[in-house]
């Protein structure tokens, strides 16, 4: 194990930095990066991980930690229809951190800049006594628009773009594990995915914009009751949701077998699975579906938007409010 | 003393952020803000902070660390001559923190935002075990082109656009003193105010990028040794600085009898000063200073570009190699 060293980490980040590529007028190397963008409309997130917070290092491989940093914020893009362009790092590391940790974490994070057609343009690293990572995401809007949290209308029926409570699981299975686990059943190993791998819905979420037929979106990073209740309160509604219909893996029975928990629970309550929430203009359901089937996309009717206020879940058992039952949200 | 609620905090800096006005199409509270922007080239720029590493809450009032931590990535807006317009912070806070000291921190934060006419549009906060605190800056570049580290040539006059070393005394003085001093001799209070409460040199820069007699600028934030090394570097030259010309606040010969250093010392090789450096267009210099006299800004030439490599003060006993000598760089 070699400690890090700081010179070694910004020459491995400028070689992979973007210079004298399309839109880079200057890239790392001065006191700004400078990028030229025809006039448009221009997305902007930023979310940070703290160790032992936001992401487990016992479990949790450096590769596929950096794969993550980066793909929850491609996926705060995604959620408003946009096309990531530019990222910058924030790279906050302990003076002990083994470099070949900070090696793999930076090979995850270009591999998955590159499979998203996404450029590292610049950051800062500095010491500290816990590794703080911060990646701020510029991404260009849907041309037709982006989709907010604050469109949708009264009988828009409710979708997600893939499985509920999948990262949930994982991440419990992997706590209970306590990373001694490195073959996972062929069931569990989806949700361990979903925990420590996620994908950005980045390609859906640019379909999804331009279908014409989106009024309301966001990525699922605290748990469907309280995403959803983000848009009921963004839109002025409520929402009923049929617990029949919310799709889970498979691997979701088996994983709350193991674990003795509610499978509900973690498809409702559990964050993290970066999928895609959305509403669809009333009415237009199957032709939303033809759009779908065309592109090639799966997704799930999972419920509908109603006056009032709130997220309800409509069960055998009646109909029961779980608003804001995930995660506290963040900025 | 309270501890924070991340609730109150993002109420506080939700209604703070900037919303519906000029190029915000979409503020906080969505997965993304968005801005509409002319086509036009863009800057970025990202600085972290970390306590006890960058800052000492000993002596550094929480309101003038909201605005030094603003401050300094305004500072790399306007190195480049170009205007900031919009902010993100991620604040990693730990839990115990006290609301107040937030709280003054935002005051600060949001007067220097004010002050340069810059809206914060997004962010996150996290709980960590120690105080990080990132900001990012998106600026527009100077409509006649951004002014780099690379465009230096042989006979360029260097400049610097106020005095030297001021911060790092002010630093020593603080840290000599452990924050018991309360109210400052007269002649050491710019000194302290110089590492507390950085100016960015926002107009400056501006002025300068538009005077079109530019050709290489960077803000001293390692020191001038450093600094302008990067300039050197970045142009494949070298450059004379005359030890006689560097401008120095009265107070530091104060200073370094107080703390039995030496002037040269901090001029050349403290960090933190933030004023700008810069080469003009050889042979270019009367007409410069008219353009300076006009717009009331205060510039000091104090050297020149050569042929070669690194950075060389000359004395009244010759020559010598002060490359690098400040700060260690990062990205």
Known sequence: MAAWSERELIKRISSACASAQAGVVKGIGDDCCEIALPSASLLLSTD???DDVHFNRDWHPPYLLGRKSVAVNLSDIAAMGGRPLFVLFSLCLPPELDQLWIDRWLDGAFAILHEFNTELI????????????????????????????????????????????SAGAGLELLAADKGETTQWDQELQPLIDAHLNPVPRVQCGIELAQSGLLTAMQDISDGVATDLAHICQASGLAAVLIKDRLPALSGLASACRILDRD???????????????FTVKRGREKE????????????????????????????????????????????
Chains 1, 2 share one sequence.
Do not use: N
Not at 144 to 149: M, Q
Not at 290 to 301: G, R
Not at 309 to 330: K, M, N
């Open 263 to 277: 499978a509900e629970d973690f498809m409702l309550r559990s964050g993290e699975d970066y999928e895609l929430l």
């Open 48 to 50: 940070t991980l703290v």
């Open 288 to 331: 939303f579906m033809a759009v779908m089937k065309e592109k090639k996309l799966h997704v799930y009717q999972i419920g509908e938007m109603r006056t009032g206020a709130g997220v309800f879940l409509e069960t055998d058992r009646g109909r029961e409010d779980i608003s804001y039952q995930g995660y506290e949200h963040s900025l």
């Open 122 to 165: 610049g950051g800062d690293t500095v010491r500290g006594s816990e590794i703080v990572i911060t990646v701020t995401v510029l991404g260009r809007a849907s041309p037709g628009g982006s989709i907010y949290r604050s469109g949708a209308e009264v009988g828009d029926s409710v979708w997600v773009s893939g499985c509920l409570g």
